[in-house]
């Protein structure tokens, strides 16, 4: 065929492709304004910190360092990337872009591919083993790629949003009972699964969790046996293939430096609310977010489907009931929906008396490290096929025929245009509206200009002051902007709890006596006089943390407080543009 056929045997597919692109583009066009200029207003912490580690893996490349783990955040002790959300997979084949253009830039393009690559690949699936109908394909997809939860999650989660690896890793688990052969099916799963790893873990267990439901539900009883026997053969070269590859990462994840083992425990105790999911997340065009305020945060708004497309999908349900994927699409979904309601269901805000099933899973190994609301991200991909499918029986008038052993889809709807006004009526109240960015809080002329190079001795070690957690996202913007090229105090990161006994994990560091004094400073203004068991406390903490430079910004609230109490603990400072330093080395080190 030639190329001009082609393209236009294709033209749908990539109009389809084109427009994904576009309304990913135009849902984040405040933050491409200026990308190194601008910030996600809802959920700046995380962006701060992908940029970081975005920071870290070109510099990591560069330099030949390790990826999966960095002294340079969190000194004296590190910061396991394996464990955190370091997104490595799209971090270090973009380390060209970062370096180049800055951190914020590649952000930027992480997110917007999230949102239209994970569309686009659901696109590709749905066209080519769901349904016959491009149209019903394309309307599935944009769902899969652009619906509530998807439009949350891109608050400063591009690993989370980022699905595109998923919808391929589904098609390779659902076309397992099929023959075919077994090493090059194999091999191509297990790169589908190690590049996943690499973006996101959690996605990764939750589409595996989902895939059993689904296929329990699906296949009956009699089919389940030869269907394992069919697909072992490739599981076995895909657990090898990828365990190979996996080993070492996941060793140093889950038994190396800075491993913890389970998530803060009122991180695990986030879950959905049972009145979110006939409401519409703050986002959508209709959406009210003084309405859902107590519902969830900005960021997982997981089951906002608001009650016409709920209402859509329960006539949906019965209507294609005797269709075996369909029923098995419901299912799952209701499953995972009750799921994602935790151990205790909350109504509206508040905790009620009931008790949900996930009591049951929370402190298993892995489980522990799941979200609950994310749970409900899996209901995303399952509405999306479901929504597909009625484009494609009831409205593009398209039944899928039955395959053997499949049970004949439903007979035709007698209106079709009531089906087309049900969807849209469902799908139009979802539309999303760009999400919000403002202007970056403004980095120090000290670091932003360079001249932090003459005055922080080599191989320097900052801590900034008061050192509080706004302090330490600070510290982090200020290492990004000098690329790395110093360690920092602190940061945004999650690490073992020093205090709890199962080493679950915690933000941040544990904050020592020093910090807390002065931070206790900056909130009310008040100098306090520093005692002599202070002036040394100060002289632990600087030694344990092997810190040589602290240092206070002048925009910083109570900064003339924090500043005369740091003299006291370390000496006279010295001001240098816009900042404090305090050199708190040992007298005579170099």
Not at 10 to 28: E, K, P, Q, R
Not at 410 to 427: G, H, S, Y
Request: with cysteine.
């Amino acid at each position: 065929m030639k190329i001009g056929e082609r393209l236009r045997a294709h033209t749908f597919d990539l109009i389809a492709v084109a427009s994904y692109l576009v309304f990913a583009v135009v849902l984040l066009m405040n933050l491409w304004q200026d990308p190194q200029t601008r910030m996600l207003s809802d959920n700046s912490q995380d962006q701060t910190f992908f940029e970081w580690a975005l920071t870290h893996a070109a510099d990591a490349i560069s330099h030949g360092e390790s990826p999966i783990f960095t002294d340079e955040l969190n000194a004296p002790l590190g910061v396991n990337l394996m464990a955190n959300t370091s997104i490595l997979g799209l971090a270090i084949p973009l380390s060209p872009v970062t370096l180049l253009f800055g951190a914020g830039v590649t952000f930027a393009i992480i997110s917007t591919l999230a949102l239209a690559g994970t569309a686009t690949a659901w696109y590709f699936v749905l066209s080519r083993d769901v349904v016959s109908s491009k149209a019903a394909a394309y309307v599935g997809a944009l769902f899969c790629g652009f619906g509530p939860a998807m439009v949350s999650q891109i608050t400063g989660h591009p690993n989370i949003a980022g699905q595109f690896l998923i919808p391929f890793i589904v098609r390779m688990v659902i076309r397992l009972r099929e023959p075919g052969p077994a090493v090059r099916r194999g091999l191509v799963f297990a790169a589908l699964v190690v590049y996943q790893c690499f973006i996101n873990e959690e996605i990764l267990f939750l589409a595996a969790c989902a895939l059993a439901v689904f296929l329990v539900a699906y296949l009956p009883p009699r089919e389940m046996l030869p269907a394992a026997r069919v697909a072992l053969p490739t599981l076995g070269v895909t657990a090898l293939a990828a365990g190979v590859v996996l080993a070492y990462p996941l060793w140093h994840q889950f038994a190396g430096p800075q491993a913890y083992h389970g998530l803060p425990e009122f991180v695990r105790g986030f879950s959905s609310d049972l009145g979110s999911f006939t409401e519409f997340s703050r986002r959508s065009i209709v959406g009210d977010p003084a309405r859902i305020d107590k519902m969830g945060g900005a960021t997982e708004e997981n089951t906002f489907f608001g009650w016409p497309l709920l209402g859509l999908l329960v006539a949906a349900a019965v209507a294609m009931w005797r269709h075996r994927a369909a029923r098995a699409l419901v299912i799952t979904a209701v499953v995972f929906g009750i799921l994602s309601l935790g151990s205790v269901v909350r109504y509206k805000g508040e905790e009620t008396t009931w008790h949900g099933p996930w009591q049951w899973f929370d402190d298993l190994p892995l489980f522990d490290s799941v979200v609950p609301t994310r749970l409900a991200l899996v209901m995303t991909p399952l509405v999306g096929v479901l929504i597909a499918l009625v484009v494609e029986q009831f409205i593009d008038r398209r039944p899928e025929p039955a395959g053997e052993g499949e049970e004949a889809g439903p007979a035709q709807p007698a209106a079709p245009i009531l089906w087309a006004v049900a969807l849209t009526v469902a799908l139009v109240p979802l539309v999303p509206t760009p999400q919000p960015a403002n202007d970056r809080a403004p980095v120090p002329v000290f670091f932003s200009s360079g001249q932090w190079r003459e005055h922080l001795p080599k191989s320097a070690t900052v801590v900034t002051l008061p050192g509080g957690w706004w302090e330490q996202l600070d510290a982090m913007r200020w290492a990004t902007t000098a690329n790395l090229e110093f360690k920092i105090v602190g940061g945004y990161f999650l690490a073992p709890d020093p205090n709890h006994p199962e080493r679950h994990a915690m933000f941040g560091p544990s904050y020592p006596p020093t910090l807390s004094l002065l931070s206790g400073v900056a909130n009310d203004g008040t100098v306090p006089q520093v005692t002599p068991d202070q002036q040394a406390q100060a002289r632990v903490d600087v030694d344990y943390w092997g810190a040589t430079t602290a240092v206070l910004a002048d925009q910083h609230g109570n900064s003339e407080a924090v500043r005369q109490t740091a003299d006291q603990l370390f000496g006279p400072g010295r001001h240098v543009a816009d900042v404090w330093l305090w050199d708190v080395r040992r007298p005579g080190a170099s």
